[in-house]
């Protein structure tokens, strides 16, 4: 019963409980049992936050992120995420390490990602060691070092995080040097199994074209409605480019443009 959690939390952000306020502001975020109000949110996310409950820092940060309900100010979302990770708040250790890597709101950010994500996949966080694996890759923050890159994605796929593996299977295919499209589209099969949905499009594309050696069309089709069914956009514009171009559907440019926007 929402409307009932949401006195029973209102009266208790009212008498200072930074968890009330806390969960005050997902109702409000959400819009479960309230009307959806990210103001409102914000107001009480800030409550939290003040009084020290690092969750409440990390919802801060992402609306500032992501623009909802005040201006986007990756700045802002970097001041936030950084409160709540000197708390030792591990998803905020993990989202500034990712602000930092993709260069948001902050210059010359790679070492300073690599030395987070580095210090996360010490304490064993795979989330951490699949970020030095991409930086490795990409020869960014650090010398480039694919054997490296190797090593801890497939060390992060073993616990089951599932985007190392499909990274780790995208190396496979996509890299020369490490050819082996048969190994990686085994790893990228096993992250969209594991609840990838980047790994879930990427093997419907590998499907698509037969990249990795095996083209079924009636697989791609079935993966890319149900990765656009859950609101991922690649999802949505692969489906569409197989209507737009007739593969494996009937041509349907009209469906294909519905599937774009």
């Given amino acids: 019963n929402y409307s009932k959690a949401r006195s029973l939390f209102k009266e208790a952000c009212k008498a200072k409980d930074p968890y009330g306020c806390f969960i005050e502001g997902d109702l409000f975020y959400n819009g479960w049992g309230v009307e959806q109000d990210y103001l409102e949110a914000h107001s009480r996310f800030s409550k939290g936050c003040q009084q020290g409950y690092t969750q409440a820092c990390v919802r801060l940060a992402k609306m500032h992120e992501r623009g909802h309900g005040v201006a986007r100010d990756y700045k802002k979302a970097i001041d936030f995420y950084g409160q709540a990770c000197t708390n030792k708040d591990g998803d905020a250790c993990f989202n500034l390490a990712r602000m930092y890597a993709a260069g948001l709101g902050v210059d010359n950010s790679a070492p300073l990602a690599f030395a987070m994500y580095n210090t996360l996949c010490s304490a064993g966080d795979q989330r951490g060691c699949h970020g030095v694996a991409s930086l490795y890759e990409l020869g960014r923050g650090v010398e480039r070092d694919l054997d490296t890159a190797q090593t801890l994605y497939q060390q992060a796929c073993s616990a089951d995080y599932a985007p190392a593996c499909s990274q780790m299977g ?70 569409g480019l197989m209507y737009d171009r007739g593969e494996g559907v009937e041509k349907d440019q009209g469906k294909a443009l519905s599937l774009y926007e």
């Fill in 170 to 239: 995208t190396m496979l295919i996509t890299i020369p040097d490490l050819a082996d499209p048969v190994a990686g589209l085994g790893f990228v099969k096993k992250g969209c199994d594991m609840g990838d949905p980047k790994g879930c499009v990427q093997l419907g594309a590998l499907y698509l074209d037969g990249s990795a050696g095996k083209k079924d069309l009636t697989k791609a089709k079935a993966i890319f409605e149900d990765t656009c069914a859950k609101k991922i956009g690649l999802g949505c514009y692969q489906l």
